[in-house]
C-alpha cells in the first residue's frame, strides 16, 4: 500500500498506461507528452478506486497528492481555485481502461461560485454564459453528486420559461438565469438539507467520490455483465482545466483534420467560429468557417495548429479529427484522434500514406474496414440529397446499395415495366422463389417480412440489388397495390428510394451516386491479395453471376444453387409435373425435360469460369418451394398439367409442412427421390464432357446439402459416382470431380470424422448451421432478434456476424475431426457469413482453405482476407 | 498359410469360435460338444472364404480336409454320398460371425440325384416327398449354384399346374412332380449349357463356391455398409446331415420350451406332430399334439428330451426355445436358442431362476427387456381376440395401452360424451393444446399426422393413455365428422380399438386384458433398484400424474410443463387476454389474473411430491398455440374480450412464424415479457411459502428454456432471483431454490461452461435437442424418417431410441464443459428418450444424475438403469 502512486500530472503518463490512467487519462497525457499544448490536468489513477470501493474510503496519501496536483496545476494556469479575478475552473470525467460510453458521470465548469461567477462574467464579457455556465454545473453537480432528482431542477426551468412565455431554454437570458441559479440552489437545499458547497475543494472531493461510486452503479456493473468485461480495477478520474473558446474575438474553437475525411486528399481541412464553445460550432445555430480562415484572422494560432496537426499525424501515423480551442489568444488542443472517413477518403488516404513513407502497406492494407468496400461497389444516395428528406420507414439492411423506381407489387409486373424500360422497386410481404424474374427486373427490392438472411435478402445481395427487408413498419397489400406506413399511403407508379446500407426507404426520388473503382481502390486489392492465405469465391448460379464475380476477382464458385434454374421459363412446368407424379416414371419423364436445360446451365457456367473450381450443391429446398400459392395460379397450373384443381390443392396440402427448415429438403429429397440426384449429376457430368471436348477445363465439385449422417452422404455419392462412370464410359472422355458436402447440420459437425470417410471437401452452410446450431428460423427472429441485440445478447445479429463461440465451435469441431481422417480436406464456406470481415477472419484463423460470398462482396472478403494474416502475425 | 485348419467337425469347435466358424457354426459346435444329438456336420471356416476371395481358388488343403470331414460325417451317420441304399443328404448354409438375415444363401437336399431319389422313396415310402425334395433341390442348386433365372424354373411349374386346372404346388402329386424334374433338368441344361450334376461332391463343391461367393454379392455389401458391418474375413459354410420327421410312423418333429414362454410357469411346453417336417408344425395343416402326448407314443424320446431341455437349460442358464426331429425312432436336437417371452413370463421366469439358484439377482435384472415391462403396465389387446381382427391402419405406436371407444372428432364431445359415461376415442387430423380437455376425457388418441412426439404423442404418454399418431392412411374430416380408411368410413359413435403398443389401428370392438403387477414384478424392481445408480424422475404437470408418478417409484419431478396449467378453465382466457394486448399494463392485469391459479397448481404438486424436488420450467411454447384456431372461436374470442375479430385475426397473422420450432418461444418469451417471468417466479415461491408454511418440505427447481447463450439465462435468473428475494421477505419464510437450464440448443451444450456459470443444474432436453442437432422437424419428419429407418441411415428413430453419436455427442460436450466449471453440477434429461433403456443406459455411461420420463415409463428407466449399471461392470 505504501509508495503507491495514486494521481498522475498529465506530463507524467502515456498512452501506454491505459490500465492505470483509464483510455482517456492515457490519451491526454500522451498528448502533454508530445509537447501538444493541453489543457492541464491530472488523473487519479483506476488502482485509486479500487481501494476506495474496498475501503469505503480515500486511501492514505490520496489528499495530499490531490493538493500537490491541484497547485502544480494552478501554477501551470496561472489561476486559482475560487480565485475572484483568475477562478481555476475544470472538469471532472470518469475514464477506465476499457470504452464504457455513457455509463458513469461528469461534471463541468467545476469551480464556479456566488463569487468566481462575476469573475467569469468579467472575463467572458458574456453575462448569459456565467450564469448559464453556472446553473449547468448546479444542475449536473447536484444529480451527480448530491443525489438530487433531476426533474426538480427541470421544474423550476420549466416555470422560469412558462413565466416568461418561451420555449427554449436559449431565449431565458442573463437575468433569467441569475433568477435560476438562486432557486437550483434552494432546490438543492430542500433536497438535501445542505447548502450547495461553495468550495471548489470540496465540489472536487465529492464529485471525485461520485465518480468513484459511478463504477458500480446498477447501470455501469449491467454494462460491464452483458459486454463480458471483467477483470477492470475501476474507473480512473480525470482533472482537467476547463478552457473557454467564448471569451471574447481573441477565443474561438473549431473541429479540423488532417485531411480530408470525404475525398481522403491530403489538405488541412476543418472549421471554426470565434467567441464560440464547441457546442455552437457543433448545434449549426451560427455557420462556421473554413480553416483556411483561421490563417488570416490569428496568423500565429494558425500556423501553430498546422504544425501540431503535422505532428499528431505523423506520430499517430494516421489522420488526425482534432478539436482545439483558442482562449484569450492561447490555443489549446482538446482531443485528438483517428478521423472517420468515408471508403473513399479511406482507401486514398492508405495509398496515399504508402507512398508518402509514413506507413508501410501491411498498414494500408489493416487501415480499411473491409465492410467500408461496400460504399465503393454501390450506388449511394448522395449525402446532399439525404440532408433533405426524412426515411418514412426503416427495415433491415439487407443488401446494400441505393435505388429509386416506381413502385410495383407483382414480379410479373415488374418484368413488364422494366421492359418497357422503367425503373421499379419491387415491394412484397415477403418474396418467394416465383418473384426471381421479377426480382431481376426491379432495381430495387422491399419486403415487410423475413430477416437479413430471408429469401429477398440472399437474392437480392447475390443480385447486387438494393434490398430492405423486414421493413416492419409498411404493411403491404399486393392485392390491393397498396403500401401504407403510418397513414401515408402509396401506390403503384408512386416513386420510392431505397438505401439497402441503412434500411431506410424514402418517400420519391433522392439522388443517388455512381460507385467508382478508383486507382487507389485496384492499388490495395493488389496489396490485400500479396497477403491474404483464404482463397475467395464466390456464389453464383448463372453465367452473368460468374461474369461480374470473376471482374471482382472470384477464384472460383463455391456455391451453385441448382434450384435457382429450376425457375426460369418452362422449367418450372416440368419441375411441378414432377412434384405433382406419384408414380417414378412419370417423375423420370418430367427429370428428362429438364435435363437438358440444367445441362446447358451448368455448360455456360463451367465456360464463364475456364478451369475454377465449380461447386454445385444439387436440389435443397423443399419440394413446395415450387409449387403455386396463389388459388389463380394453381387453376391454371391444373389446366396445364391436365388434372384436377382438388389434385393440386391436395398435393400442397401433402407438401405443408410445419417446420419447413427441418423438413424433407437437401440430401432427403435426393434419398427418397434418388431419380433427382441422378438427373442432376448426369446434367453436371454431360456438361462437364461437353466443354472438355471444346478444350474447356473444368472441375465440378458436386455438393451434397443437409447431410446430418454419413450413411446419407455414401447412398448419395454410390449415385453421383456411378452416373459419372456411366457418362464417361458412353462419351470415353475422363472427369476430374470431386464429391463433398455441406456441414450445415449440427450432427454433421459433431460426427465429421465418419462423413470425412466419404466426403472429399466440406463447406460450411453457416446459415443453416446458425439457424440450427442457435435454434434460430431466420424468418421469424426479426421479432426478437433486434432486442436480443440491444439487450447484448448477441453482439450482432448471428445471420450477419457469424457466432463464433457457438457456431465458430461446430467448425472447429468439424475441421478438426474431418483432418483427423483426411489431413488435407478443403474446407470452405459458402455461408452468408463468408463476405462479412470479422467472419472471414474468423474462418482464416480456424484453417478454411475458401471463403465463398456473393459477387459483391468478394472485394471485402479479399481485403478482410488479409487482414486477417496480417493481424495473425501481430 | 501352412497347417491353417480350414474345416471344423461339429465336435472340433465351441461358442467360443463364433469369429472363425460363425455364428451357426459355433453353435452347432457348441450343442454337439454338450452331448446333445446333432445332426453331425461340419463347418468351413471364414478364413477359407476370404483366402478364396484373395486367390479366387480353394486355399491348398481345403479338398483334403473336405473329403476327410465327409468321410467321417458318412461314418457317423452309416450313409453315404450317392448310396442307393442309405443315401447322405446335407444341407449347405452360410453363417457369418455377425447376422445377416436372409442377405446369403442356402442349400437344402444336397445329395440327390436320380439314383438317391429312389432310395428316398423307399426309406421315406412317401413318393411325392421325395420327387419334391428333389424338384426343390433342383431349383434352388440352379439358382444359388448355376445362377440359372429363378423365374425359368416358375414357368414350368405354373405350366404343370395348368395342365391340371389346379392352383396349388401342393395339389400337384408324385407323378406330377417327377415330370416337373425332369424339365428342370432341361431347363438347367439350356439354360447352361451343362448337364444338372448327378454327383453330390460336386454338387457339394459348387454350392460352397456358390457361397462363398454369396459374401460379395450386391446385396450383402450394402447390407453390411449400411450396418457398418466391418472387419469381417467372410462367411463360414456349414454342412449338415438332413434328417427328416417324415420318414414314418416312427419318426416326427416338433418344438417346444422349457418354460411356458406366456406364463412363465415352469412346466415342459410345446407341441409336435408325427411323421411330418417341421414346415407342417409352422403351417398349421395339421393340428399338432401337446408334447406331453409324446411321452404316450414315444416314451423313451420323450424323456431324452425333458433332459435334454433341463441339461440345454441349465447349461445357457435361460429358458430355452428348442426344435427336435425324430428321424426312425432316432431323436435330433437341430436348433437350441434362448426362447422370447411375454413380458409376464420374462419377469416371472428371471425371479423363479433366481429362487431355484440357476442365476443371481444380476442376471434376473438383465434378463427382462426393460421396454418389455410397457405390456405390463398398460392395458393390451387379448391376444386371443387379436387373432380373429384385422388391422384397418396403421400408425406410429405413440403412447403404449390399448382402449376400445367410441368416435369423437372433437374435445368438446369428448367431454360431453364422458360424463355421460361413455368410453371415447378421440380422433383428430392432429391434436392442438385446446384439445388437452378432451384428451384427459377420453380413453384413446388418434391422429392421422405427427411423429412419435407430436402434441398428441407426448400429452397422451404422459396421461397413460394409448395414442395412435401420425396415422397417414386415414383421413379425418373433423367437420363432416368422418373418418375415410381407404373404402371404408367410419362415422361418430362408431367403435375403434387402437393399440397404441403397435401403432395398430381396429375398426369395432376388440377385447383387451387388465395390466397386473405381480408380485415377481415388484421383486424385480426391488433388485433393480439396489443397483442402479441413476435416480428416476417424472415429467409432470398436475398432482395426478405426481400421484401416479408416486406410485411408480419417481424420486421427483423432472418437467413440469408449466404451459399445460394455462388451458384450464377460465385460465385461457386470461392467457389470450395477455397476447392480445399491446400494452405492458393490460398484459400485467392478465397475468395477475393468471397468478392465483398457477400459485394453485404448485401448491397442489409440492404437497403431492412432500419433499421431493420439483423441477418447473417457465413458459416454453410460442404464444400462438393459445390462440384459437377456428373462426368460430376466434369470432367468440373477439366478443368475449370486446375487440373487433380483425384484431384477433391480426394478432393471429402477427404471431404466425415459418418455423415455429425455431421461433419465439422457451425463455425468447421471458426476455421480450419479463412480466411473465415475473408473474410465473412469483406464483412458485409464494407456493413454496404455502407449503412450508403448512410443514410440508419443498425443493423447486426453476428451468429455463430454450436458453442458447449464457446472457438469456443471467437476464432470466435475475428476474427470478429478484422475485425469490420479494417473496422471501414478503412472507419471512426462507426456501431452498435453485435456478437451472434446460440444455436443449446446441449452442447451450457447445458453450455449457459459460452456461455452468450461471446454471444450478442442466436438464437435457433431447427433443428439441433431437430436432435440432438434426435439422430434424419431429412433426415432419414422418414423411422420410420411416424410409430412412428402413435404409438404415438411423437404426431406430431418432425421436425414440437417443442418436448417442450424434445428440449424444452434444450431451457429452455439454457435461465435460459444464462440470468443468462445475463439478458437482446436477444433470437429468427430460426428454422422451428418459423412459427409453438405450437412451437410459447411454444416460448412465455419461454420468447424468438422473432420468426423467413419463409416469407409466417409469418402472422401465429404472430396470435400464439398473441394467446400465450392471452391464457396465461386465
Chains 1, 2 share one sequence.
Not at 489543457?39 to 474510503?57: L, N, R, S, V
Amino acid at each position: 500500500m505504501t509508495n503507491k502512486k495514486y494521481v498522475y500530472f498529465f506530463s507524467e503518463g502515456d498512452k501506454s498506461m491505459k490500465d492505470l490512467l483509464g483510455g482517456k487519462g492515457a490519451n491526454l497525457a500522451e498528448m502533454t507528452r508530445l509537447g501538444v499544448p493541453v489543457p492541464p490536468g491530472f488523473t487519479i489513477t483506476t488502482e485509486t478506486c479500487a481501494e476506495f470501493h474496498k475501503t469505503k474510503k480515500w486511501p492514505e496519501g490520496l489528499d495530499k497528492e490531490l493538493e500537490k496536483n491541484i497547485e502544480m496545476l494552478e501554477k501551470a494556469m496561472d489561476a486559482r481555485f475560487g480565485d475572484k479575478i483568475k477562478p481555476l475552473l475544470v472538469s471532472v470525467r470518469s475514464g477506465a481502461a476499457a470504452s464504457m460510453p455513457g455509463m458513469m458521470d461528469t461534471v463541468l465548469n467545476l469551480g464556479i461560485n456566488d463569487e468566481t461567477v462575476q469573475a467569469i462574467i468579467r472575463k467572458s464579457g458574456n453575462e448569459r454564459f456565467a450564469w448559464d455556465s453556472y446553473r449547468r454545473f448546479i444542475q449536473m453537480f447536484g444529480d451527480v453528486d448530491m443525489g438530487v432528482e433531476h426533474k426538480l431542477f427541470e421544474e423550476v426551468l420549466d416555470k422560469a420559461k412558462e413565466n416568461k412565455g418561451v420555449k427554449y431554454d436559449t431565449e431565458l437570458d442573463a437575468s433569467d438565469l441569475k433568477k435560476v441559479v438562486t432557486e437550483y440552489k434552494q432546490v438543492v437545499k430542500k433536497a438535501t438539507g445542505k447548502d450547495f458547497p461553495q468550495d471548489p475543494r470540496e465540489q472536487l472531493r465529492l464529485s471525485i467520490n461520485a465518480i468513484f461510486n459511478s463504477w458500480n452503479n446498477e447501470r455501469a456493473i449491467t454494462y460491464r455483465k452483458l459486454n463480458n468485461i471483467t477483470g477492470l480495477l475501476g474507473t480512473a478520474v480525470n482533472i482537467q482545466t476547463m478552457v473557454f473558446g467564448n471569451m471574447g474575438p481573441t477565443s474561438g474553437t473549431g473541429v479540423c483534420f488532417s485531411r480530408n475525411p470525404s475525398t481522403g486528399e491530403n489538405h488541412f481541412y476543418g472549421e471554426f467560429l470565434m467567441n464560440a464553445q464547441g457546442e455552437d460550432v457543433v448545434a449549426g445555430i451560427r455557420t462556421p468557417l473554413p480553416i483556411s480562415e483561421l490563417k488570416k484572422t490569428m496568423h500565429k494560432q494558425y500556423a501553430e495548429l498546422v504544425a501540431i496537426k503535422d505532428k499528431l499525424e505523423k506520430h499517430y501515423k494516421d489522420m488526425q479529427d482534432m478539436e482545439f480551442t483558442i482562449q484569450e489568444e492561447k490555443l489549446y488542443m482538446l482531443q485528438t484522434r483517428n478521423g472517420k472517413r468515408t471508403a473513399h477518403a479511406a482507401v486514398r488516404i492508405a495509398v496515399e500514406m504508402v507512398k508518402e513513407e509514413l506507413i508501410d502497406e501491411k498498414t494500408a492494407i489493416l487501415r480499411v474496414a473491409p465492410e467500408q468496400l461496400d460504399q465503393l461497389l454501390h450506388k449511394t444516395i448522395d449525402p446532399a440529397a439525404k440532408k433533405k428528406v426524412k426515411a418514412i420507414a426503416k427495415g433491415l439492411p439487407a443488401s446494400p446499395g441505393a435505388a429509386v423506381g416506381k413502385i410495383v407489387f407483382h414480379a410479373e409486373h415488374a418484368v413488364e415495366m422494366a421492359e418497357k424500360g422503367e425503373k421499379v422497386v419491387l415491394v412484397r410481404t415477403e418474396t418467394s422463389p416465383e418473384d426471381i424474374k421479377g426480382m431481376h427486373s426491379a432495381v430495387g427490392i422491399l419486403t415487410a417480412r423475413g430477416g437479413m438472411t430471408s429469401h429477398a435478402a440472399v437474392v437480392a445481395r447475390g443480385m447486387g440489388k438494393a434490398c430492405v427487408a423486414g421493413c416492419s413498419e409498411i404493411k403491404v397489400e399486393e392485392d390491393a397495390k397498396k403500401l401504407t406506413v403510418g397513414s401515408l399511403i402509396l401506390k403503384e407508379n408512386d416513386y420510392i428510394t431505397l438505401d439497402g446500407s441503412t434500411g431506410e426507404v424514402f418517400h420519391g426520388q433522392v439522388g443517388l451516386m455512381n460507385p467508382s473503382l478508383s486507382g487507389d481502390f485496384g492499388t490495395l486489392m493488389e496489396w490485400a491479395d500479396k497477403h491474404r492465405k483464404l482463397k475467395v469465391r464466390t456464389n453464383g448460379d448463372t453465367p452473368t453471376d460468374a461474369k461480374v464475380a470473376r471482374g471482382f476477382g472470384a477464384e472460383g464458385i463455391g456455391l451453385c444453387r441448382t434450384e435457382h434454374m429450376f425457375f426460369e421459363g418452362d422449367r418450372i412446368k416440368a419441375v411441378r409435373e414432377m412434384i405433382l407424379s406419384d408414380s417414378l416414371e412419370v417423375r423420370k419423364k418430367a427429370l428428362a425435360k429438364l435435363l437438358p436445360m440444367q445441362r446447358e446451365d451448368f455448360t455456360g457456367l463451367f465456360t464463364e469460369m475456364k478451369g475454377l473450381p465449380v461447386t454445385i450443391r444439387l436440389l435443397d429446398p423443399p419440394l413446395h418451394e415450387f409449387l403455386p400459392h396463389e388459388e389463380e395460379d394453381k387453376k391454371e397450373l391444373a389446366k396445364e398439367l391436365k388434372v384436377t384443381l382438388e389434385r393440386v390443392n391436395a398435393k400442397c396440402e401433402e407438401l405443408h409442412e410445419f417446420n419447413p427448415m427441418l423438413g424433407h429438403r437437401g440430401c432427403r429429397l435426393g434419398i427418397i427421390f434418388p431419380e433427382i440426384t441422378e438427373m442432376q449429376a448426369r446434367a453436371i457430368f454431360e456438361a462437364a464432357v461437353a466443354c472438355e471436348k471444346k478444350g474447356i477445363e473444368v472441375e465440378p465439385e458436386v455438393m451434397v446439402p443437409l447431410v446430418g449422417h454419413v450413411k446419407e452422404l455414401r447412398l448419395q455419392k454410390d449415385i453421383i459416382v456411378k452416373v459419372a462412370d456411366d457418362v464417361m464410359k458412353e462419351s470415353g472422355k475422363k472427369i476430374k470431380y470431386t464429391v463433398g458436402t455441406m456441414i450445415e447440420v449440427p450432427r454433421a459437425a459433431l460426427t465429421a470424422d465418419e462423413i470425412a470417410s466419404e466426403a472429399e471437401f466440406f463447406s460450411f452452410g453457416t446459415n443453416d448451421l446458425t439457424q440450427m446450431g442457435l435454434g434460430l428460423s431466420r424468418d421469424d427472429s426479426g421479432k426478437f432478434l433486434p432486442a436480443y441485440v440491444d439487450l447484448g445478447i448477441y453482439e450482432r445479429d448471428p445471420f450477419q456476424a457469424l457466432d463464433q463461440s457457438g457456431v465458430g465451435e461446430l467448425m472447429k469441431i468439424a475441421i478438426k475431426k474431418g483432418r483427423h481422417v483426411k489431413e488435407k480436406l478443403k474446407c470452405g464456406i459458402c455461408g452468408e457469413h463468408g463476405g462479412e470481415p470479422s467472419s472471414v477472419e474468423f474462418c482464416h484463423r480456424i484453417g478454411l482453405n475458401y471463403v465463398s460470398c456473393s459477387p459483391y462482396r468478394i472485394p471485402i472478403a479479399r481485403l478482410a482476407a488479409a487482414q486477417a494474416v496480417l493481424r495473425d502475425k501481430e
